[in-house]
């Protein structure tokens, strides 16, 4: 079934992980593409990938999420190829591994640059666009929640952008756009092995606890969907079940 058919959407972030997989899932399913990355090369490597999986076009915008203005832009070409902007996934992020006592200022506003204010910008320039039964998902994560050592200007911006979420679909539920978040847990991707706690084992991850890019790539695409018309403000954890357990 096309629920994308005749849509737009960004997805930042898609060159690889999650943001692919959530870039592809749209694309399956009749969605134009618009990959939002800050690695265009990364990006125009993976675009016959997308094609491939059933994408009708992608474009590739070079995108750094904590430069305003490049989202705009990346907002606006959208609109300048294809006339409509329908939905936006924001994925890009940044996870630092530092002690608290040894955290910078300069730490702090890079992460909170990438994944929270890059989530404000694209809602920003989507609003001014996108006509009702736009839709934004946002990524956060299961660290908005529940935490862990050496994550905190991460798991900080996290919660933030739940809160971003909430007021975005308050203020969204008069233009008829809707704004929801998705909390993946430990997903299959190098930023969970790349995680010191991991690889030291302070932290031990079951492997049936680990996730698919896929599956958090579902779970966008319903919320992307007219299938969630009547869902906004949600943040929906797919982690499979770690967060009850811990």
């Given at each position: 079934m096309?629920?994308?058919?005749?849509?737009?959407?960004?997805?930042?972030?898609?060159?690889?992980?999650?943001?692919?997989?959530?870039?592809?899932?749209?694309?399956?399913e009749?969605?134009?593409?618009?990959?939002?990355?800050?690695?265009?090369?990364?990006?125009?490597?993976?675009?016959?990938?997308?094609?491939?999986?059933?994408a009708?076009?992608?474009?590739v915008?070079?995108c750094?999420?904590?430069?305003?203005?490049?989202?705009?832009a990346?907002c606006?070409?959208?609109?300048?190829?294809?006339?409509?902007l329908?939905?936006?996934?924001?994925?890009?992020g940044?996870m630092?591994f530092?002690?608290?006592?040894?955290?910078?200022?300069?730490?702090?506003?890079r992460v909170?640059?990438?994944?929270?204010?890059?989530a404000?910008?694209?809602?920003?320039?989507?609003?001014?666009?996108?006509?009702p039964?736009g839709?934004?998902?946002?990524?956060?994560?299961v660290?908005?929640?529940?935490?862990?050592?050496?994550?905190?200007p991460?798991?900080a911006?996290?919660?933030?952008?739940?809160s971003?979420?909430?007021t975005?679909?308050?203020?969204g539920?008069?233009?008829?756009?809707?704004?929801?978040?998705?909390l993946?847990?430990?997903?299959?991707?190098?930023?969970?092995w790349?995680?010191p706690n991991?690889k030291?084992?302070a932290e031990?991850?079951?492997?049936?606890?680990?996730?698919?890019?896929?599956?958090?790539a579902?779970?966008?695409?319903?919320?992307?969907?007219d299938?969630?018309?009547?869902?906004?403000?949600?943040?929906?954890?797919?982690?499979?079940?770690?967060?009850?357990s811990?």
């Open positions: 096309a629920r994308f058919q005749d849509r737009v959407a960004i997805v930042s972030g898609a060159a690889g992980g999650i943001g692919f997989a959530a870039a592809a899932r749209l694309g399956a009749g969605a134009r593409i618009v990959m939002a990355d800050h690695s265009p090369n990364k990006a125009m490597a993976r675009v016959e990938a997308l094609k491939a999986a059933g009708p076009e992608v474009w915008a070079t750094d999420v904590s430069v305003e203005a490049q989202v705009e990346a606006e070409g959208a609109m300048a190829r294809w006339g409509r329908d939905a936006v996934v924001n994925n890009a940044l630092t530092t002690p608290i006592e040894d955290l910078t200022g300069e730490e702090w506003t909170l640059g990438v994944d929270l204010l890059g404000f910008y694209f809602t920003k320039h989507a609003f001014r666009r996108m006509k039964g839709a934004i998902v946002n990524i956060a994560s660290h908005a929640v529940e935490t862990s050592p050496l994550a905190a991460y798991a911006a996290k919660a933030a952008m739940l971003l979420t909430r975005a679909a308050i203020e539920k008069p233009k008829g756009i809707r704004a929801n978040a998705v993946p847990g430990a997903i299959d991707t190098p930023m969970l790349d995680n991991i030291s084992g031990v991850i079951e492997p049936s606890d680990v996730g698919k890019p896929e599956e958090v579902a779970a966008v695409a319903f919320l992307a969907s299938d969630a018309s009547f869902v906004t403000g949600a943040s929906l954890a797919v982690d499979g079940g770690r967060l009850a811990l």
